[in-house]
């Protein structure tokens, strides 16, 4: 069973900030928070990871809670192409460790 | 950045026969390459792992005389759909571990008919 707790669909307006939540409550110390997107029909794209302080790319933010039981993704400026499911994935930093995933979020993007 | 280059992206093939994925990574060794199933509008399933020089580890459920996993070096994998039935028409995916996480190939679209 995935690890991980994440609503089932989103909305935001296209120009806003995309704020995609998940639960991660069973972590342990030496998991990470991974986030994933698949726009359709295509593999997944790595987003951001974190482990305990928040983290910024070119992409998007990371929020960890101080306990790490949850997390948030943000987009800053949605656009209509990040319309995608979006998965949260606790796992180990060895690139060996299985990803077990769950539902993910589908979130659309409106003009 | 990493990537993984997978081929075909879709493919279509007689009930019967056998097709051929092919994942290579293209600036990184992979000695690990895990290979996932997805059916329309669920997320992905995870088949089997492969290992370099050593044979794979399939999932529960998984057929591992179905689907043959190759693994003979460091920058290629292949998963084998042997006897294709219209059952297996899915999306195949394979992924890579890397320094930064985990990289995927574009998939590939498996009809059987």
Known sequence: DAKTTQPTSMDCAEGRAANLPCNHSTISGNEYVYWYR????????YIIHGLKNNETNEMASLIITEDRKSSTLILPHATLRDTAVY??????MDSNYQLIWGAGTKLIIKP | GAVV????????CKSGTS???ECRS?????TTMFWYRQFPKQSLMLMAT?????KATYEQ???KDKFLINHASLTLSTLTVTSAHPEDSSFYICSAGTPLGYTFGSGTRLTVV
């Open chain 2, 5 to 12: 280059s997978q081929h075909p992206s879709r493919v279509i």
């Open chain 1, 38 to 45: 698949q726009i359709h029909s295509q593999g997944p794209q």
């Open chain 1, 87 to 92: 998965y949260c994935i606790v796992s180990g």
């Open chain 2, 26 to 30: 293209l600036d990184f060794q992979a």
């Open chain 2, 61 to 63: 459920g998984v057929e």
């Open chain 2, 19 to 21: 097709v051929k994925i």
């Open chain 2, 50 to 54: 492969s290992n370099e020089g050593s």
